[in-house]
Each structure stands twice: as C-alpha cells, then as structure tokens.
C-alpha cells in the first residue's frame, strides 16, 4: 500500500464546520511504491551520460514529429531486435499527452496491481534516482540496484555493438527504454504501462505494434515542446496521434479543442480504432468534500461513467477516497478507470473493487505529501490564517498556463485564504509571462522569488532569474498589481502588506529561505506551510535542511466542501472548482 502522504502529530477535533489546518502540500514527480534509498546504479549511469542526453539538451527543432527531421525510430526497432524484442513478450497501455500521463499511469497500475497482476510502469523523469522510472512487479516499488546492474551487465555487449553499428547516435532515453523494457520481459510482467517521453509518433517508446498494445491512452494536448512537435496545436495533436495502432482502443482524456479532437478521431478512423472520451457527457466527477482517513489526506469523490459508444462502459464510484487532490487529478482518475473499463471490455479480470481500491491507494511522491516544520505543527485544519510557501523549482512542474491554473485550482480548494510566498525556476522553452499571470491573478501573492536550478542535471535550459523576474513584472504590471521588485525596495518596505515583493536569487535554497522569512515577518512570526512543486534530487535535502518533518495525522473524519469559496483580497479571484461535473479543466 502507498503510504507517502504523512501523517500529523496531534489528532483534530472533530467539528465538521471547520476544515482541517493541512501542513503544507508538496507536488512534485512520482514514484508509485514506497521509496528505499539505495546506492545508486553508477555504472549505468555513467554509461547512460556518455550517451545524447535531450532532457539535459534540449530537443531539436521537429524531433518529435513523423517527418524527415523526426527522430529515427528505425535505430530504435534495430536495438530491440539486438535485444530479443522485449516488448514482444507483454501486453501494454500506452499513455501521451502533454498533462496528467504520469498520473494517469499511476492510477492505472495500481488498478491492475489490486487485481493481482504483475505490472511493469515505465515513465519519466524522476526526482532522487533513475530507478524511479521504472517499476516490476506487484509492489510498484522502483527497481533495485541490484536487478538494474545485473540486467545492464547482461545486455550492455549487445548495447554496445548497438551504439557502435548506430555510429553514436543512440541516445540516453532510447538505451534506457531498451533496457526498461527487457526488464519489464525478463521478470515475465503480466502488462506493462508505458509513458511516451516526447509527443508519440517518433518517441522511443512507440515501437509497439498493435498486436502488443491493449490501449492507447491520450491525455491532454497543450503547447508544451512546441517546436519539437512542429510548432502548432495541430502538429501536437498530430504526434501524439501517433501512438494510435490499428484496431487497438484509444482512450482519450481531454478536453481538447473540437478541432484538435478531430485531429484524433479521424486518426483512430483510419486505423479502425474503437475510441472513448473521459469527458463524455456520460461521464460524471464530483469532489464533495475533504477527507482524513487512515492518516492520508484525501478528497472524497464520486466517478460514474455510463458511456455507450463505440464500446459501452460503466461503473459508478461513489465516495472515492482519492489521496491525489485536485480536479485535475479526479480527472486522470476517471481516465484511468475508462482505461481499466475498456480492459475489462477486452477480457481482462478487473473489479469495480480493484477500480477503487487502485485509485484511492494511488500518492506520488510530492504531489499529496503533508510536511511541516516543527514551529507548525498543530491540529489539521484548512484554516484563512495559512501561511504556504509553493516552490516550483523544475522545468517539468506546473509550467504551462494549464498545469499553473490546476495548481492554483487545488490551492485554492485546499487553502482558500492562504498568504501565499513563490519560488520558480524555469526552463527557457516555457511560457513565462502565462504562467506568471495565473498566479498573479490566482493566489493571494506575499513574495515571488525567481530564482535558478539545473534541469536534467545541467544548466543549458535554465532561464536566468532576471529574465523571469521581468516576465512578471510585465505580468503584474498588466494586472495592474502593486509590486516592490529588485532595486527599489528598502528594509521596511518589507513588511508592507498588499505589495508582492519580486526577487531575484540564484540559489533556490536561499530562496526558499529568504521566502521564508517574508512569510514570518509578515505574519508576526508564525510558521508557514510548504508545498514543493516537483522538486528534484536535492528535494529531500533542502526541505531538511529547512526543518521540515513529517506529521502523523490519527483520526477518520470529513468536511463538506464549501459550496461558494471564501474571500479574497485579489481583485481577479475566480474562486475553486469546487464541483467539477463534467469537468473542463486541465491537467498537471
């Protein structure tokens, strides 16, 4: 059972007229198992970094589309076929989409884990080690080193002769997508869920023939890696089309725009694809209220899918305890359980049971995860006074204008009146004056540190901090919000209330300290809540080093959502999803 969501000192009293006071909300990448830090796979790694890295790189212009100046995915199918072909060996759901694919992938292998089956997860990327990218088994705990070495000491002649006969040009994700998927053979999984790295067409992941793929799964299309994927919408839309296979059902997420969706469905038509929409009007997702069970915070939830389209699907969830909090992610649950519908619909044994127990067991690492320093531990509640400090300090967290609005949405939900400190680092291929908009004109704003981090593990995509502190200079200044920024403000001016202070500090670690501090001052002292959004390797460490501690939360209880949310002070409020029927957001 997951159990990464922590868990709170003292017990609430329970009074179903207050919410709970929530510590504070990490959101950052995913691991589905428990976490047990091991040495690392050096060996691999290294061999891995002699290799072309894109993540540390960037894409190339067109990279991920099916042209000439895409991706050879020919020397791909030529390293499985020195391989064994692996991916031959199982069954597998494939997932693209520009939002919620990791999330998405999560949910449905713990579906088919409470089933009983041995699953094999492939996704990317991670927070503290690369063996967090993949998991075998019924547990859903990240490989061993001891297995990675000893598979990677197995196959690394036959990579070897690969990377020399391909003259260099295999990259690091395609020799550790081979390698995933031999893994995934050798310990004989009984379906594999596998997450497209960029777009879909030409990602080293598609080389699944139809014979092996049990669905296709598409989450969401936005403007992430546009000129890799062709520089549209539609060119978007068209790449991850590609993971579509003939006569193979398609799954699609959304919402997407009418004429994106088109895009998809015309490609499901030509390759005789049955296709169904979790945003099918037959298709219902409520939050009612939050929840404490069990110690894990949760949300409590109702799906119904009645859906009779090109395959008919059914089930209705009522209280679902869903330990993933946020519309956007009730969302990917519902796609996750349309997915498993239409398993079930192929002759797979899957329960309604297995369906809520997957869904409601289903925590990523820091997206749902409840931390504190010990100044604030106290009673769970949601209450105005909330302090949060939200670092975003990675160019794969909420970094589109979509994700930005999910994670304001949850916040929102989650902390109606919270005062409210950023830090963000950024990657120069992400729309910064959007992304600073939303959170302008969506939370109740105290500080902004813009800072830097390294992306992948190199500084070559980074965005200066002085180029993203004048994205949201423009951004306030659009928004007509008062801000004090670097140069201009002195010592007291500190401690003005109703003007966002804009920073600049290129250590993220100062950052969240200087950041945290604001929030004290301008509190009298009192001790904030953390929520770090998709932190990387050094997560752990900074959060240490700033007091953090897990709470230990002792009590089964709920509170009703609010049916309008409470006051702000921003003049650009639009308040939380707080029903979300038929849901038309997007996805983090």
């Known amino acids: 059972m997951m159990r990464f969501l922590p868990i709170l000192k003292e017990t609430p009293k329970r009074n179903h007229l207050k919410k709970p006071t929530i510590h504070s909300l990490t959101m950052t990448r995913l ?173 080293a992941t598609n080389i699944l023939c ?17 000129a890799a994927l062709g520089g549209s919408l539609e060119s978007i839309a068209v790449a991850k089309s590609g993971i579509i296979k003939n006569s193979r059902p398609v799954v699609l997420g959304g919402p997407f725009l009418p004429h994106l969706e088109r895009i998809l469905h015309d490609k499901a038509s030509v390759m005789c694809s049955p296709v169904v929409s979790a945003s099918d009007s037959g298709i219902r997702t409520t939050i009612k209220g939050l929840s404490i069970l069990d110690g894990r915070p949760c949300q409590l939830s109702d799906i119904i899918i009645q859906v009779e ?43 309604d049971g297995s369906i809520r127990t997957g869904l409601e067991n289903t925590c990523l690492l820091g997206r749902s995860q409840f931390l504190s320093t010990k100044e604030a531990e106290g009673g769970i509640s949601l209450q105005s006074s909330t302090l949060l400090l939200i670092a975003i300090v990675n160019a794969l967290s909420a970094h589109t204008k979509d994700s930005a609005k999910a994670l304001v949405d949850t916040v929102q939900m989650v902390f109606p009146d919270a005062r409210v400190a950023l830090v963000v680092a950024m990657a120069s291929d992400k729309d910064h004056l959007a992304f600073a908009r939303e959170f302008l004109s969506g939370l109740q704003l105290e500080a902004v540190f813009l800072t830097e981090a390294d992306i992948a593990g190199a500084k070559s995509r980074t965005t200066s901090a002085l180029l993203l502190r004048d994205c949201w200079i423009q951004a306030s200044e659009e928004l007509s919000i008062d801000t004090i920024h670097d140069g201009m403000e002195k010592n007291k001016e500190l401690l003005e209330e109703n003007r966002i202070i804009l920073a600049t500090e290129k250590s993220p ?80």
């Open 210 to 226: 139809s014979s092996e793929l049990a669905a296709s799964v598409i989450t969401t299309i936005g403007e992430e890696h546009l």
């Open 509 to 588: 670690e100062v950052s969240m300290r200087a950041a945290n501090e604001i929030l004290r001052r301008r509190a009298g002292g009192a001790a904030p809540k953390f929520c770090l959004q998709r932190f990387l390797a050094r997560m752990g460490t900074w959060h240490k080093k700033m007091g953090h501690r897990n709470l230990n939360i002792q009590s089964s209880w709920w509170v009703p959502v609010p049916a309008t949310p409470t006051s702000s002070r921003l003049h650009n409020f639009r308040g939380p999803p707080w029903n979300t029927t038929n849901f038309k957001g997007g996805n983090v």
């Open 309 to 351: 389209r090109d395959f008919p699907l059914f089930i209705e969830l009522l209280d679902v305890k869903l330990q993933m909090l946020g519309r956007h992610q009730l969302h990917n649950a519902s796609t996750a359980a349309c997915v498993a519908l239409s398993l079930r619909d192929q002759g797979w044994r899957i329960s």
């Open 31 to 203: 691991f589905f198992g428990k976490y047990t830090e091991e040495p690392e796979p050096k060996e691999f790694i290294d061999y891995l970094d002699s290799l072309k890295n894109y993540e540390k790189l960037g894409v190339p212009k067109d990279a991920g589309t099916d042209s000439d100046d895409g991706l050879d995915l020919g020397r791909m199918r030529r390293l499985m076929d020195r391989l064994g072909n692996p991916q031959s060996k199982f069954k597998a759901v494939h997932v693209a989409g520009t939002k919620g694919k990791g999330s998405t992938a999560a949910f449905l292998s713990n579906i088919l884990r409470a089933e009983g089956y041995s699953v094999g997860c492939y996704t990317s990327p991670h927070i503290m080690s690369i063996r967090e990218r993949i998991s075998l088994g019924q547990s859903g705990n990240p490989v061993s080193t001891k297995t990675l070495n000893k598979l990677f000491h197995m196959i690394q002649p036959k990579l070897d002769e690969a990377i020399q006969l391909e003259n260099g040009s295999l990259t690091h994700f395609e020799v550790l997508t081979a390698t995933a998927f031999t893994l995934m053979a050798e310990e004989k999984v009984d379906i594999a869920v596998i997450e497209a790295g960029l777009g879909g067409a030409r990602d």
